[in-house]
């Protein structure tokens, strides 16, 4: 999938969504440097299901939405769709936690800026998904900015994906990882 496609669909969601909303996983991993393939995009908002649904329909975008289970540590609702036959997740944070942006332009300038999450909140997000995947992220991103990594240890430590981040930080080559 082309990236410009990508960034156009964010772009489109990000109008409809508004205020309280940001690009969240692969996308937001690229936004802070680290390129990885993606077709998909993200978002996290801190609307209610309500207000996010009313906003989809009332921008004529198709779409599904599903109540988490909370005693598995779901997400507490994520809404689907497709824009352009570009798949959408919008999703609220576990624990209605509030979270911090950053504007960033796409690359080439071209179109608006796009809100992604902050990168504390981006890790945080990543280290609470736990897969395979998010922790891959999380070491490329702590490659890069290492001032977080005393941080997202402890919040690995405190989600009991402290061994798994220091084996994909070894992996990486991450400075603190445990490899001597």
Known sequence: MKPGRLVGVAQRLAAVLGEGSALADGLAVAAWGEIRATRD???????????????????????????????????????????????????????????????ISPTGGEGAPVPVLDLANLLRLKLEAGGPKDLWDVARLLRRYPEELPRALAQASSLGVEDELRRWLEREGQPGSGRS
């Open 41 to 103: 995009v993200d978002f996290v908002t801190a609307r209610p299901l309500a207000e996010v649904e009313r906003a989809l329909r009332g921008a004529g975008f198709a779409f599904v939405s599903r109540r988490g289970d909370s005693l598995s540590r779901d997400l507490p609702w994520v809404v689907e769709g497709k824009l352009d036959d570009v798949r959408f997740q919008v999703f609220a944070l576990r624990g209605g936690k509030a979270f911090s942006t950053v504007s």
